[in-house]
């Protein structure tokens, strides 16, 4: 069984910066992907971006060039940096592992 923990959301301004963790437990494998997901209100939950094992990532069109995904396979955690937010990247952040397992999600609001 694997439990994922989010952590370091909240409240913040436009072109303002956040930095998500999420902090795996349980039968975590640094072989698998992990990554982070987005839902804003009344929408789908959709990609925002993905590490492999090996340091390759992928990521939403919407965010490249103002978030960056890294791992700590040590400390089973992953991060998501995200600067120069806009008020369209609300929304409650999850954190997955190997797109199996979920974590509760974080709220991110950016607003004025």
């Known amino acids: 069984q694997v439990q994922l923990v989010e952590s370091g959301g909240g409240l913040v301004q436009p072109g303002g910066s956040l930095r998500l963790s999420c902090v795996g437990s349980?039968?975590?494998?640094?072989?698998?992907?992990m990554g982070w997901y987005r839902q804003p209100p009344g929408k789908q939950r959709g990609l925002v971006a993905l590490?492999?094992?090996?340091?390759?990532?992928n990521y939403a069109e919407s965010v490249k060039g103002r978030f960056a995904i890294s791992r700590d396979n040590a400390k089973n955690t992953v991060y998501l940096q995200m600067n120069n937010l806009k008020p369209e990247d609300t929304a409650v952040y999850y954190c997955c592992y190997n797109l199996v397992y979920w974590g509760q999600g974080i709220q991110v609001t950016v607003s004025s």
């Open positions: 349980g039968s975590i494998l640094s072989t698998y992907a």
């Open positions: 590490i492999s094992s090996g340091g390759n990532t």
